[in-house]
Structures are given as structure tokens and as C-alpha cells.
């Protein structure tokens, strides 16, 4: 039998090659099964890796650069996030390509217009890549699983801790007051499994201190000209506003399980998990 890391091998030869003959700005290798692989590729070479703590030490030329995301989001949506960061970078520009190349497949991506995602959202989801991350796979798991069989809806702020505090008041008394808990600490995702049932926000930290759970955001959407797809209620016009009115990165979990995520009052990130097909 022909091992993961062969087929892997075996494709990426494939990439290079068609990277290549169609003058491809950037190759992509997601979630590739070896660190050190020998990659020929004259320009930007982007590894996914699933790891939360990205290395510099990979990035040993300048060409290559690392994004973790330890999440599967789906290779759609991780491919319209790749273009919008390599859009973002100044690497590819609309229309032109990338290649990319996962354990099973080899693809064409062309950069669309729609992949606009603001530099800031970069800047932030480098900064707070791995919380980001971890809110993420814990949104998605409860989109999937719910909470003792029913769907849940709920909302996480991000960073800005001070400024968001100051546009929200408790619903009910905080739950992570006093305590010390850390988002990033793989036993923390239970409990936050737990609170889900609560109305209202959680309040996480840049750094994943869970600040408060049970937080209304005292934000007002009409007077900041928030404006979103028909159909979002008030939890999603919530998140938007206080992603524009602070600088923070909301994340909320629809009841319908939709994951998205806001920044400058805007959608920057969505995916069904329960619609999703996995890497
Ligand atoms: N300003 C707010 N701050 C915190 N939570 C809020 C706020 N507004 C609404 N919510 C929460 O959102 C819940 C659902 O409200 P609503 O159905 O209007 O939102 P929605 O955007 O349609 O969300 P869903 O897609 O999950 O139904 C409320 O019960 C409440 O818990």
C-alpha cells in the first residue's frame, strides 16, 4: 500500500509543475503530513498546517510563509480565505491563480473579487490566530453536536476586552468571575459547552482569558449604519455593531448552526458545519 506521505509527494510534483506552466502566484499546501518537504517553487509557497503554535523556524525561506488552522472548515471556505489573505498580501491579484495541493486532490484556485477580506482581519486573525482558532473549532463542535440534543446559538467576543466590557452589561451573574480560565486550555471547551445555554455573549480575551459569559452587547446597529443580509436577527446585528464600534472580532454561532465571523461591523467569515464536506 502507497502511504499518505508518497501520494502526498506524488502530487505535489504534480503542483509544482502545474504552478509552473500556468505562472500560479502562490502554491498551497494544506495540511500537508510532513514538515519537511522538499517544496520547488519559485514563488509564495503557503503551508496550513493544523498546529495552533506556528514556528518560525519552518519558515526558514523568505517565500514560505505558515497559517496554521487547526479547525476543518472545509476546503471551500479555506481556499476563499487563502485567496482573500493572498489578495490582502499583495501576492495574487484578482483573477490570477494559486495552486493548491491537499492529501487527496490538486486544484486551481482563482483569485474572485468576492475574497475581500480586510488586511485588518489578517492582522488580527495572525494576532490572535489561536484563539480564533480555538473559538472556532468550539462554535463548529457545538453547531454539530448542540447542547443535550438541542441547536445553540450564541456569540464570542474577542480582544478589546475594556472597550467591549464597556459597551455590554451582565444578563446574569458572570460565571467566570474570579476565575482564571483559559480558552486555549483543552479542558476549558467543556465548560464552555456548558454556559452555551446562557443568553448573551461570552467576552474572551486577545490572549483567550475568558473574561464573562451571560454579556449583553449595549451596542445599537441602526445608529451605526450596521446593515446585514435579510434574515440575521438581532444576535448577528449585535455582533456586527460591537465588532464596528470596538476593535474587536465577534464570532457567533447561528441556532441554524451557521459560524460567522465579524469585524468593522462586517461578515468576514461563514460556514455551516452541518452542510460541510471535510477535508
Ligand atoms: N445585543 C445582544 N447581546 C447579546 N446577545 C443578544 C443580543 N441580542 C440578541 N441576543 C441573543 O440572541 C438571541 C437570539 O435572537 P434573534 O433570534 O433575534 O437572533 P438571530 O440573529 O436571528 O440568531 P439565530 O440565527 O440564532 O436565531 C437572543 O435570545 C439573545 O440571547
New binding site residues.
Given amino acids: 500500500m502507497v502511504d499518505t506521505l508518497d501520494v502526498f509527494e506524488a502530487l505535489l510534483s504534480t503542483a509544482e509543475r502545474l504552478a509552473k506552466e500556468i505562472n500560479a502566484k502562490a502554491l498551497v499546501l494544506v495540511y500537508p503530513p510532513a514538515e519537511d518537504l522538499e517544496i520547488n517553487f519559485s514563488g509564495d509557497i503557503i503551508i496550513i498546517s493544523r498546529e495552533s503554535e506556528v514556528s518560525s523556524k519552518k519558515e526558514k525561506k523568505n517565500n514560505v510563509k505558515n497559517l496554521s488552522f487547526p479547525v476543518s472548515i472545509g476546503l471551500q471556505n479555506l481556499l476563499n480565505l487563502i485567496s482573500a489573505f493572498l489578495k490582502s498580501r499583495g501576492i495574487a491579484d484578482k483573477n490570477e491563480f494559486f495552486v493548491y495541493v491537499t492529501n487527496e486532490s490538486v486544484g486551481v484556485k482563482r483569485i474572485e473579487e468576492k475574497s475581500s477580506i480586510s488586511d485588518e482581519f489578517f492582522e488580527k486573525f495572525e494576532k490572535y490566530s489561536n484563539v480564533i482558532s480555538r473559538v472556532l473549532e468550539i462554535a463548529i463542535e457545538l453547531s454539530i453536536e448542540g447542547r443535550e440534543g438541542m441547536p445553540v ?1 450564541t ?1 464570542f467576543v474577542i480582544g478589546d476586552t475594556k472597550e467591549v466590557m464597556k459597551h455590554s452589561h451582565q444578563l446574569v451573574p458572570n460565571p467566570f468571575k474570579g476565575h482564571n480560565l483559559n480558552i486555549l486550555d483543552p479542558k476549558v471547551k467543556n465548560v464552555i459547552k456548558e454556559f452555551s445555554f446562557l ?3 461570552f467576552i474572551v480575551s486577545s490572549k483567550g482569558r475568558i473574561i464573562a459569559a451571560g454579556r ?2 449595549d ?1 445599537d446597529p441602526k445608529s451605526l449604519d450596521v446593515s446585514l443580509p435579510q434574515g ?5 446585528l ?1 455582533s456586527a455593531a460591537i465588532t464596528k464600534v470596538t476593535k474587536a472580532v465577534a464570532i457567533t454561532l ?3 448552526g451557521t459560524v460567522r465571523i465579524f469585524k468593522n461591523g462586517r461578515i468576514v467569515f461563514e460556514y455551516n458545519p452541518r452542510l460541510a464536506i471535510n477535508l
Fill in positions: 446559538g456569540i443568553d448573551g455573549a449583553y452587547l451596542v440575521l436577527g438581532s444576535r448577528h449585535a447561528s441556532e441554524s
